[in-house]
């Protein structure tokens, strides 16, 4: 076997090795990034920048722990515009498993704004069947949530007692990473015109744009990237802005990966058709 | 007969039925809409204790059994049940499982957050490794591929700026009539990128979406004319 036929045959073990090198070193070392916004990031910023104060925005945590690493920085960058820009927040989720990652980041966020529970946000938790509660929030949210998730009438929050369906809801943002996003796209905003902002993983990001240049989404923040670009609109750095140099190194050492393979195949090929 | 055409004539009714609730929302027909979507919502609520008792009985005799893995099948009952265990004590206790303070909380947040993460942030590993083994130029349309993604990885991730200001740095001292704060703007890898997923990609997607609706289409109106009956079969 000469050189090029091992290169394109390197054990895995060493790529496991080089990917776990330049993703720890990055963190050690904490590099200052450049972040450049994309359009779709700041269309979504734009969405809730442009609210008006003591607008209502419902925010449903539509992933799982699985994304949170990826998704988690979005919901405390808008939860942290949101309160700053003084909006009643929404929360509740499609997603059982995803609820208690929405009451942690409020619990982390709404004490730095001095936000209230019930009075500047609330949390009305989950309920199966997310295809019929989209329908269904669009005649009256009370049919599904009676109560927020600890039990309490959601009309003993001053806020909520003016919110009945899509209509006292200035924007819904979905914060997904999977086909939920999709779903509240075609039932909220297709069927009562819901203006909508999609926040997803890195892997999903490619489907919403689909929607995006439709006009049927107003933005997209998508993926790590994504969100530490939202986290730069902000201007409060967290865990996305931490990530993106490992993430960097490591889309690095991939294409460098591949054009060492791909040159080791090429020249290999060549040598076997002589 | 009967057993065969019952079904057939329900599925028939339910799906004019709902059909009609959809383009006349007035009453009766959109409260019926609104009556069906609830008996969904309280069916998928349901399916919930159907997996439990599915899941459960799976690996209690695979455990009664000692088949291989039994072990892996114990541990996962005895999760499940402190799981729920803990939800239940935590709902009592603090009016809801989700509660900060709550003991669910706890395992959820030192448990099940990081396995959960754990278990995704392998599959990196795996992608880079079959990336690196499949991605091949074989042929035209994998060359392409090929360029596009390597195009979107850098263009999503700051390196590809930093690239991109060496490669305008190098592009000024070769032509010095190009301006090089307008050559750090254009930002290339990242326009490439945004022209790919808002024009190519999004057109396949959009195909690929438009296809998937109509074979949607089709599959329901074989299963409303009683054509396609395999969910019949037991």
Redesign the interface.
Known sequence: MNLWERITT?D?RI??LL?TIVVITPLIIKPK????V??PVRDAFNAVDQLPAYSVVMISIDF??????EVQPMLLAILRHAFKKDLKVILTGQLA?G???G??AL?QVAPEYSKVYGKDYV?I?Y???Y???M??IG?EIR??FKTD???TPLDSFEFMRSVHNYQDIALLVSLAHGAVADAWIQFAGARFKQKIIVGCT?VN???M??Y??AHQIEGIIG?L?GASEYEALVQKPGSATLG??A??????L??L??II??IG??ISRKRGKR | MLNRSLPLLIVLFTALLLIVAFFIPHKPFGDL??RF??W??????F??LLGLDSLTRHHLLKVFRQEKGWFYSLLLVISLFATLGLGLYSWFKF??P???RAPF?WL??YM??P???T???TL??FI??A???A???RNLAATLL?IAA?LV??G????G??IWRYLSQFVHLIFPQFDLTTLYRV?LF?LLK?WL??IP??AA??GI?IGLALGGIAMALRIILGIERTYLSS
């Open positions: 390197i895995r790529i496991y990917l990034i450049l972040v450049r994309s359009q799982d722990p699985s994304s949170a690493p498993l609820l208690p990652i009451e942690i619990n949390n938790g309920r199966p069947g295809s019929a509660l329908v269904g005649r049919d599904f998730y600890r039990g890195g990001a490619p489907g744009f689909q995006y240049s993926g990237q993106m140099p993430q960097s190194t490591a889309h690095g991939l294409i990966l591949l393979g791909n195949f090429l | 809409e609104s979507l609830n969904y919502a309280i069916i998928s609520g399916t919930f009016s809801s989700f509660a900060l909380m959820y947040k099940i957050i396995l959960q993460a278990m995704f942030a990196a590993f880079f490794s990336a690196y083994r991605f091949r130029v090929l390597c990885m850098l999503n991730v700051p390196l700026g930093s930002e990242a945004d997923l808002a990609q999004a997607g959009r979406g």
